[in-house]
């Protein structure tokens, strides 16, 4: 028996504040910008904006429900910025190199194994007489490796794009 009805709070709020649980200015950027470019194409209306470096403020599209909209944009993928890391386990001389990592002019060498990476950009420029051509500095990166049972994986050239993994082969 229902004696009385429960207001339905959650369909009259204009607007709503998303949280993230990692806080960074340049995912709650991506995050704004994800849900704007939907809703800008679904609804022709920008309904998000970054409050600050954790958090989103939302107001739903007029003449949609709440639970609609929120259904809608919890399908959108955002990537969350995630900061460059190394990590190097000295006991079986893995190396574990993560997304954003870069590389500059180095030589590393660790027992007999020798890694050298060369960035030497080169100067691109467009045909004679050609239209709407730019000069460019396009990069050339050398990698070497020496040694005897040593192997190394490197992805995306002198930016590391995935995470890999490197083995020295001294384990």
């Known amino acids: 028996m229902i004696e009385r009805e429960i207001g ?3 369909a009259d709020i204009p607007s709503l504040v998303l949280e993230l649980n990692n806080p960074d200015f340049r995912t709650t950027v991506r995050v704004a910008d994800a849900i ?3 809703s800008n194409n679904r609804y022709g209306v920008r309904v998000a904006r970054e409050r600050d470096y954790r958090s989103v403020v939302l107001r739903k599209p007029k ?4 639970t609609r909209f929120i259904a809608e944009i919890e399908e959108l993928l955002v990537q969350p910025d995630q900061p460059a890391r190394v990590v190097i386990d000295e006991r079986t001389g893995t190396v574990v ?3 954003n ?3 500059s002019t180095v030589a590393v060498t660790h027992g007999n194994l020798t890694v050298r990476v060369v960035e030497t950009p080169q100067i691109s420029q467009p045909a004679p007489f050609s239209r709407g051509g730019n000069t ?3 990069p050339r990166t050398f990698i070497d490796t020496n040694g005897e049972g040593g ?3 490197i992805v995306g050239g002198s930016t590391f794009r995935r995470s890999c993994a490197v083995s020295t082969g001294s384990g």
């Open 136 to 138: 460019q500095v396009v």
């Open 8 to 10: 339905d709070r959650f």
């Open 101 to 103: 990592v870069q590389v």
């Open 63 to 66: 003449r949609l429900g709440m």
């Open 151 to 153: 192997r190394m994986a």
């Open 36 to 38: 704007n470019t939907y």
């Open 97 to 99: 190199i993560g997304r």
